[in-house]
C-alpha cells in the first residue's frame, strides 16, 4: 500500500491551497484518514481525521479555515485549507488506517509528506 501526497506549494498569507492523497495497491477498505504537519524543530501534529463515514475533527488552530474531505470510491483523502497564515507552514503528512487484502491485515500508512509555505 502506497499514500500519495500532493498539492503543497508556496502561497502568501490569507492564500489557499487543496493537498490530495492517494491510497493504492491491495486495499479492502479504508478506516479512518487523517492530515498531520510537522514544522521545522517541532513535534509532529494532528491537524484534522475524517472517519470512513465522513465524521471530522480539527485541531483549534485550524477550525474554520480547513475542510478536510475524502472519496471512499477513489482513496483519496483532500485539505482544502484557506485563510493561511504563516505558522500553517509545515510539511504535512496524510494517515490512513487501511485493511489490506493481501495479506489480511490492518495496518497504519503514512505518505511521504508535501511541503506548505505560507509567506507574510
Known amino acids: 500500500v502506497q499514500l500519495q501526497a500532493s498539492g503543497g506549494g508556496l502561497v502568501q498569507a490569507g492564500g489557499s491551497l487543496r493537498l490530495s492523497c492517494e491510497a493504492s495497491g491491495s486495499i479492502s477498505s479504508i478506516n479512518a484518514m487523517g492530515w498531520y504537519r510537522q514544522a521545522p524543530g517541532k513535534q509532529r501534529e494532528l491537524v484534522a481525521t475524517i472517519s470512513n463515514g465522513g465524521v471530522t475533527s480539527y485541531v483549534d488552530s485550524v477550525k474554520g479555515r480547513f475542510t478536510i474531505s475524502r472519496t471512499n470510491a477513489k482513496n483519496t483523502l483532500y485539505l482544502q485549507m484557506n485563510s493561511l497564515k504563516p505558522e500553517d507552514t509545515a510539511v504535512y503528512y496524510c494517515?490512513?488506517?487501511?485493511?489490506?487484502?493481501?495479506?489480511?491485515?490492518?495496518?497504519?500508512?503514512w505518505g511521504q509528506g508535501t511541503q506548505v509555505t505560507v509567506s507574510s
Open positions: 494517515n490512513a488506517k487501511v485493511i489490506t487484502i493481501v495479506p489480511l491485515d490492518s495496518h497504519n500508512y
